[in-house]
């Protein structure tokens, strides 16, 4: 399974960014999906998880009411939308995919399968 990151940018804060992840080589639909960050002498941070069929999502406490995550299962895609962005979101970001349960959607150990991660710049 090949997962593809995209949708990264530089944006001014306050602003919004979609991120979008796209798996090959196999379906996602028995998969719980995960989004994580990591910043620069910072250790990679859980941002927000999705259950396999959408209807369980999980978040940070740093991001919860401004990051919303989706998925389309016949899209083989999962999605990040980040809205009031703050100079602290700045990190790559990573999207995953694995049989993560709710009491390990948090765990980045429960991930098989990794994107290369996107560039988030959150700067004025």
């Known amino acids: 399974v090949q997962l593809q990151a995209s949708g990264g940018g530089l944006v001014q804060p306050g602003g919004s960014l979609r991120l979008s992840c796209t798996a090959s080589?196999?379906?996602?639909?028995?998969?719980?999906m995960g989004w994580f960050r990591q910043a620069p002498g910072k250790e990679r941070e859980f941002v927000a998880g999705?259950?396999?069929?959408?209807?369980?999502?999980y978040y940070g406490d740093s991001v919860k009411g401004r990051f919303i995550i989706s998925r389309e299962n016949v899209k083989n895609s999962a999605y990040l939308q980040m809205n009031s962005l703050k100079p602290e979101d700045t990190a790559v970001y990573y999207c995953?995919?694995?049989?993560?349960?709710?009491?390990?959607?948090?765990?980045?150990?429960?991930?098989?399968?990794w994107g290369q991660g996107t560039q988030v710049t959150v700067s004025s």
């Open positions: 995953a995919a694995g049989r993560a349960i709710t009491s390990t959607i948090r765990d980045p150990r429960a991930y098989y399968y």
């Open positions: 080589g196999a379906t996602l639909n028995t998969y719980s």
């Open positions: 999705i259950r396999p069929n959408g209807g369980s999502v």
